[in-house]
């Protein structure tokens, strides 16, 4: 299996970027839930259709579990995601 790491900014509570899957581009939007204290994520195609939204962002959690894309594993490695740590002590991974 091959890994590739997505790097994320930190101290941002709302943020997207875009990055490729595979042979597929796709944006990703990163929210903060302060009331929850954790970051939803949604993912979209180059055409901006959903592929999923408001997907917990938690360490193991495997974002694309049950969508059966064939887009392989993403996933959080490290500590819990906050808005201060973000992208510092933890990385986005996506085995494929």
């Not at 193991?60 to 059966?68: E, K, R, T, W």
């Not at 490290?78 to 933890?90: D, I, R, S």
Request: hydrophobic share 35%; charged share 10%; aromatic share 16%.
């Amino acid at each position: 299996m091959t890994t590739k790491t997505l790097s994320l900014p930190s101290s941002y509570s709302y943020f997207t970027f875009q990055s490729s899957l595979g042979s597929n581009a796709y944006t990703f939007s990163f929210r903060w839930l302060t009331r929850f204290s954790y970051y939803v994520v949604s993912l979209y195609d180059s055409s901006g259709t959903p592929v999923f939204q408001g997907r917990g962002l938690h360490p193991g959690m495997d974002l694309l579990s049950g969508l059966q894309l064939g887009l392989g594993r993403l996933y959080l490695v490290g500590e819990p995601a906050t808005v201060a740590n973000l992208g510092m002590t933890n990385v986005l991974t996506w085995e494929y």
